[in-house]
């Protein structure tokens, strides 16, 4: 009740400061053309010291006629206007699609009993099986009341049209996903991926963006008609007012992609573009875009010009292009153009990374941009997990909230569950990542409410390939409470493991440690620093130079171990040579990094795999991890030793 009383107080504020603002401006969905003042005073300059004032024309007298006269340029220009919007009347969207049905005024999915269920995380599962997905879990909130959705107006006809040419260059394979992805997502149910493999993320890129470019482009349709319809019932006295029109949020923008660095979203872009070719639209400032998103004309991407196999072809994907972290773009979508670097207020999409939003909301003191967000992307999460994942958090939390500010918004078009502050309930969030953790998880289990439902890819795992006949030990120690875990290993491997290591004439020397989390390799780093060991670090924050002595350090023998983090491997991805014994503190995210880490000591001349020594601990909170590596089989014999 205290939620609902705040709510509405801040929304009687909002109406209370726009009901005393004059000249209210109405949010339009198109470039206005400029108002031509009549009777305007017009200078004509005849030289740079001389400017004659003309004077305007008599005014006509109320009797005397008016002849407009129209060029031929202005001719062509109305009727191509006219055959546009009897083209969008024809893929007028039927009431019965589930764009309406989701995002319609009185959203059947959004009731009462919904919204308790998914506050509750009390969701109806069931699973189903489908071809190129896989298994795929549904969540239903309780009271869920399945609609009779229309599947054949999902994508407008024009958008559907010019995808399936470009579908005719693609495998088989990825055209079988693309269809079976926009089968899933154009329903607007959470869509949560964490099984996407590089080769096929181009393709599921485009696919998503169709979607996004569909949904603003619906929207934009339902606005600009409706505006009609005002305008024709203001000039004609005889034609019946329209009734309560309620079709926008409180600000324009509808998606919001979130990407880890500038060379994503220059892909993204280049895959929304991709659906909207030359000459039928236009994009400005693409050049800029290129010079700000790309990299400088005269520069290398050392990742691209090396050699094939110098690097894993998941980390070139990865990391080529610019790197930058920090960045927000607007994306103003209208009938011909695609405009780039659009104000917020002003644009239908932003692409941003967490900490562009972050530094952008910080800055303004709100985030009344993000208040009226229908589809939200969130690409390459394991890449913001091994940035700072508290900045996903931080836009997460700030994500349809009321706003602080009217924005020039209509109050009177607003839909009522804007107003009622339930629009979290039918945001649809799609989620891609090649694996999934913990955090992924908590997303989508406690954070993510959509009232349609949402979906997950599930299925079993093999066991990871690795070198053969190199011995892998899994130590298992116990611990009941996942927030005393960090504590748990920390206490095992300090008292345990390390003496034992310690007192090995051959496993205290040439002995990697690996440790996923930034915390705990802090924590193991002082640790180590305190018994006197003679070890090297390599982290993320490690420069060229430290990287550098300290390779050589251990390869030569001077130091004795080697103390590396997952983000270093992940940013890095280096081939560490002079490893005989691998300790994994935790097991790492990646599961290839897991089989790279085996492969280093066969870098060396004359290594048997019987010279290789290997020891992971784990406990059952380490199930994912241990699922990749060791197979659901293997993993579900593991967690019965704990």
């Known amino acids: ?132 997905l896989g298994t795929i879990a549904e969540y239903l909130p309780e009271g869920h009341v399945a609609q009779n959705e229309s599947e054949t107006a999902s994508i407008i006809e024009k958008l559907m049209t010019h995808f399936k040419k470009q579908q005719e260059k693609l495998p088989k394979d990825l055209k079988m996903l693309q269809d079976a992805l926009l089968s899933e ?240 309930y039918l945001r649809q969030t799609i989620m891609l990542s090649p694996y999934e953790t913990p955090d992924f998880r908590h997303l989508f289990n406690s954070v993510l409410k959509n009232v349609g439902g949402k979906k997950r890819i599930e299925g079993p795992y093999s066991p990871v390939q690795v070198p053969e006949g190199v011995s892998q030990s899994f130590v298992s120690f116990e611990c009941g409470n996942h927030k005393e875990e960090a504590d748990k290993r920390f206490q095992y491997f300090s008292t345990k493991v390390l003496p034992t290591v310690l007192k090995s004439a051959v496993h205290s020397t040439n002995t990697l440690i690996f440790v996923p989390s930034s915390y705990d390799f802090i924590r193991v780093e002082n640790h180590l620093r305190k018994t006197g060991v003679s070890f090297a670090v390599l982290s993320e924050y490690s420069s060229n130079q430290d990287i550098s002595r300290a390779r050589q350090a251990f390869f030569s023998g001077k130091k004795a171990f080697l103390l590396i983090s997952e983000r270093f491997h992940f940013f890095r991805r280096y081939k560490l040579r002079g490893v005989r014994n691998l300790l994994f503190y935790g097991l790492p995210d990646h599961v290839q990094y897991y089989a790279e880490l085996l492969a280093c000591p066969f870098l060396d001349e004359g290594v048997e795999s019987s010279d290789v020594n290997c020891r992971a601990l784990y406990c059952k909170y380490d199930w994912m991890r241990l699922e990749r590596i060791s197979g659901t089989e293997g993993a579900l014999e593991l967690v019965k030793q704990v």
């Open 185 to 424: 997502i154009t329903t607007y149910q959470d869509f949560y991926l964490p099984r996407l493999t590089h080769e096929s993320h181009s393709s599921v890129r485009d696919a998503v963006t169709l979607h996004a470019l569909n949904h603003i482009t619906k929207k934009r349709r339902r606005v600009l008609k409706n505006n009609e319809r005002v305008v024709r019932a203001a000039k004609n006295s005889s034609e019946t007012p329209p009734s309560e029109i309620q079709d926008q949020g409180f600000t324009r923008p509808s998606v919001l992609v979130i990407l880890p660095f500038r060379s994503w979203a220059l892909r993204w872009v280049e895959s929304l573009t991709g659906h909207t070719p030359k000459p039928e639209y236009q994009v400005e400032n693409h050049s800029r875009f290129i010079k700000e998103y790309g990299l400088p004309p005269d520069a290398t991407d050392k990742l691209e010009a090396a050699p094939p196999g110098t690097y894993p072809p998941d980390h070139v994907e990865m990391f080529k292009g610019n790197v930058d972290d920090s960045f927000r773009l607007g994306v103003k979508l209208t009938r011909k153009t695609v405009k780039l670097f659009a104000d917020f207020y002003q644009c239908d999409m932003i692409i941003a990374s967490p900490l562009g939003l972050r530094m952008s909301i910080e800055k303004d003191g709100n985030a009344d941009f993000l208040s009226s967000i229908e589809m939200l992307v969130v690409d390459q999460m394991d890449a913001l997990s091994m940035q700072n994942w508290e900045h996903l958090q931080f836009v997460f939390s700030n994500l349809n909230e009321l706003p602080k500010e009217t924005r020039d918004a209509d109050f009177s078009r607003i839909k009522p569950w804007y107003l009622d502050g339930h629009a979290s």
């Open 1 to 132: 009740m205290d939620d609902d009383n705040s709510t509405t107080t801040r929304l009687l504020t909002l109406l209370n400061v726009s009901a005393t603002r004059a000249g209210k401006r109405r949010r339009l969905y198109d470039d206005p053309a400029p108002a031509i003042k009549l009777n305007k005073r017009k200078s004509v300059r005849i030289a740079d010291n001389i400017v004659v004032d003309s004077i305007p024309p008599p005014s006509r007298k109320a009797t005397e006629p008016v002849v407009e006269i129209i060029t031929p340029s202005e001719i062509q220009e109305i009727e191509t206007k006219e055959a546009d919007r009897k083209g969008e009347e024809k893929d007028d969207e039927p009431s019965s699609s589930s764009f309406q049905i989701h995002f319609g005024v009185d959203s059947p999915y959004l009731t009462e009993k919904t919204r308790d269920s998914a506050d509750n995380n009390a969701w109806d599962v069931k699973r189903e099986k489908k071809d190129r």
